[in-house]
């Protein structure tokens, strides 16, 4: 198969929640460009509106935050629902637990059945005071107030845990300090640095030390990496031909998937444009090519965790196998990625080993069929459609409505840069 044409695609998804949060705790009015929109972040703007923030998503390419200030939220009448967004419930989590009000965190399915105590613990040895109603998942009731600090070393490599963290130290005024295994993705970072907060980064570890108020400001969205991802997975898995992708962020915490699909062979160019608010931003050159397997280490995971269902299913059409250590997070992702990765490429007739933290996928150039289950997971259901869409077209993926969560226009660019538009 051919692959060709400019794809832009949407808005991250990380960046757009922290754009959306931290415009609304700011002194005035944000501008986000090239926001996402998608149900994740709709649930982000609706849960900020239920506690009395006005945000105007009607124009065409802006999205504008009218911020209150650090304590400026209110309680919400309901509860808060966050959909299938587990950055939104996270985030939530923390910034509430430096309000003295009572709010109620809830979720879709999926959402409900994933972990929350990795946030609430540290949270509630800053002072905050959660109820689950069941054992570690929403629905939760947080009721914070005043906060003391926090020096926190977290036993997983997650930016859902660290931001959470960070924002329940500017919300409520007090010095956070985070460690973790690995680096995660450092978008809250980067972000709070420019807007003036003192926050010192290392390479494992950050320090918060809260005292300025957040400005207004104005920023582009970068466009999504993790979204990219699956365009890129095509033009690599076509037989001829070039994929140009424009605006897309690189920041390097979230570059794994280049790095190790250039080790497998692949031909990927980066000219870097310019930066918004401390992201780089880049047009991205991707030519088909051969893919051989590779190893991927536990210390490259967390810069591309959210690629894994990609790569591994690029990894069926890789020569040889890859090996992937240190992916346990799988479990806790949109579903349990790590078994249902493992069950979906056996069903379609790939050899696959996996432990509770590895997986091992034996590429093949047989042809390959069979239905795909997608749990409801966005991720799952867009890294099959690919594989189906590039020659393989036995494999099924009836799941056409998941990818709404990051990236609802998916199913179009994957027919415009195939041209089966
Ligand atoms: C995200 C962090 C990652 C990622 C998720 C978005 C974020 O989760 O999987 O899709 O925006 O901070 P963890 O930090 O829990 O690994």
């Avoid at 799941?399 to 027919?415: A, C, G, K, T």
Wanted: charged fraction near 25%.
């Amino acid at each position: 198969m051919k692959i060709s044409g400019n794809v832009r695609p949407p808005g991250d998804k990380s960046i757009t929640h922290r754009l959306l949060l931290i415009g609304a705790l700011s002194q005035g009015r944000c501008i986000l460009r090239h926001a996402l929109r998608s149900d994740d972040s709709q649930a982000m703007s609706g849960a900020l509106r239920s506690l009395g923030i006005e945000i105007d998503d009607a124009g065409s390419d802006r999205v504008i935050v009218n911020g209150k200030g650090l304590q400026g939220l209110r309680k919400a009448s309901a509860a808060l629902d966050c959909g299938n967004s587990g950055t939104t419930a996270r985030f939530l989590l923390g910034t509430l637990a430096a309000y003295s009000f009572e709010s109620r965190i809830v979720g879709d399915r999926s959402l409900s059945g994933r972990p929350m105590k990795r946030v609430t613990d540290p949270l509630t040895l800053m002072g905050a005071k959660f109820c689950f109603e069941r054992n570690d998942g929403l629905p939760v009731i947080v009721k914070g107030g005043r906060l003391a600090a926090l020096n926190y070393g977290s036993p997983v490599a997650s930016a859902q845990i660290k931001s959470a963290l960070i924002l329940a130290g500017l919300a409520g005024g007090v010095e956070v300090a985070v460690e973790e295994p690995q680096r995660s993705r450092d978008h809250t970072e980067r972000l709070l640095a420019e807007l003036g907060q003192d926050i010192q980064i290392q390479p494992r570890s950050v320090r918060f030390r809260p005292g300025a108020a957040v400005p207004e400001f104005a920023a582009e969205v970068p466009g999504d990496m993790s979204a990219a991802a699956f365009l890129i997975a095509a033009a690599s898995l076509a037989e001829s031909g070039e994929l140009v992708l424009e605006r897309v962020g690189v920041n390097p915490t979230r570059t794994g998937l280049v790095r190790v699909l250039r080790s497998m062979g692949c031909q990927i160019e980066i000219a870097e444009l310019g930066s918004s608010l401390g992201e780089p931003i880049a047009t991205l050159s991707v030519k088909a090519g051969e893919l051989r397997g590779v190893n991927i280490s536990r210390s490259d995971v967390p810069s591309l965790i959210d690629e894994i269902p990609m790569l591994a299913v690029l990894a069926a059409r890789a020569q040889g196998t890859t090996r992937f250590d240190g992916v346990g997070e799988l479990a806790f992702k949109e579903s349990n990625r790590l078994e249902l990765l493992g069950d979906n490429l056996r069903r379609i007739g790939v050899g696959v080993d996996s432990t509770d933290d590895s997986l091992i996928v034996h590429g093949t150039d047989k042809p390959l069929g069979g239905r795909i289950e997608t749990g409801g997971d966005h991720r799952m259901a867009m890294a099959f459609a690919v594989l189906s869409a590039m020659g393989n077209s036995g494999v099924e993926v009836p799941d056409r409505l998941s990818p709404v969560v990051s990236y609802p226009d998916f199913f179009q660019d994957l027919s415009r840069i195939t041209g089966d538009a």
